[in-house]
């Protein structure tokens, strides 16, 4: 049997205890076989050779993950800040974003997976276009991934938009299963506002019968929520209910601007929110009320949203940030404590997306990150949950395994080439931005 194991580190288990353990993977099925004291694990393995991974001075979390991004949006990273979500899409993102090619979605997803990668993160729910190039780059990367392309219907002709709703069904068909299973997909429409009803409806009914989940932005800002109480005389997830877009394998992100109505509604559905606080709070969105999702029952997950909104991938500044908005939100130190990020990062995200990982126990999928805590600012550690949740960087993790695969051994990543996939994303956003100056 091919062997990993993931020796003489501290292990946080799905119950949020953190115990001295090691933990053998099948590389074969991908997935933990134990998890246990050095003797146990010797036990299991039989005798057998594994390759071993040291994680002394460390902690082995589940590998994170990242439930609502734009991957490729690495490439305008910095290029639009300070300013709304309404006027930085229509002034700065979408007239970018139309001079974008599929080689620079590519190289764009493929920096955005080292990033990704090196920050500990194992698995993403990414919504953009040209995504059998997105594909490509997960299916290198070696990540897992939950992928869609984006439909926007507003400001196109009916032609246009229809051909972007099938655009969004053939992808979710085509791709799902893709990478060795490590793809999934999901029916993708951009809002409940940026798309027109009669598609939304088409869209829902076809990818429900494609048995493929809807994941979109909801609730984000007030100037998209107000609207369709305007026009509609209800609430937008009220809305998403009549258009059966919310089941229990659906996940909105953002959720920012819900009352206590939607709320008991999502947990009624089952259907998860990915709460993107970086974003939420660089664009002004407003605070989502956490804690009380989290207390309503609602599954809530965590989201960088793209990089451009972010500004980066890293998910243990989403945990602080999480944390500490969640209690502003809330007017309360209390709320959102740092087990509660962590668990959202986790096994939120994992349940969110519906796909494997999130928790290290035996049978499950063997995706992990070895954090390294032997650093000035990890020292003491009284708690090394709360580290994670509050002092702990991207930076610090050492080792990253998913579905039984070392993509990053001792912070070197071996599934891509970091340096040339650096240089191959600079150049192309360079390019870009001088075909956008010139169009
Ligand atoms: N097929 C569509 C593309 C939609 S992809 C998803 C879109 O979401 C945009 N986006 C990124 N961040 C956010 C956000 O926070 N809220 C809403 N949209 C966002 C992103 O720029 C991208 O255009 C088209 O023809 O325009
Ligand atoms: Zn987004």
Redesign the pocket.
Known sequence: MNQLRVSSGRVLRPDGRVERADVAVDRDEGTIRAVGSPDEVDDTLDGAAAEALDASGSLVIPGLVNAHT?VA?TL?RGYADDKP?DPW?RED??PA??ELTPDDVEAGAELGAVEMIRSGTTAFAD???AMDRVADAVDRAGLRARLG????TVG?DDADARA?VE??LAVARELDGAADGRIRTAF?P??LT?VGEEFLREGVAEAREAGVPVHL?AN?TTDEVEPIVEERGERPIAYADDLDALGPDDFF??GVHVDDSEIDRLAAAGTAVVH?PA?NMK?A?GMAPVQRLREGGVTVALGT??A??NNDLDLFDEMRDAAMLGKLAADDASAVPAEAVVEMATQGGADALNLPGGRIEEGAAADLAVVDLDAPHLTPVHDPVSHLAYAARGSDVRHTVCDGQVLMRDREVLTLNAEAVQKRAAAAASDLVDRVESA
């Open positions: 734009h949006m305008l979500l899409l993102i979408w974003e139309a919504m953009y276009f392309h984006g439909v926007v196109k972007d655009e969004s993708m951009h809002s940026t932005h984000e992100a953002h993107c974003s664009l969105s949203d793209g451009a909104s």
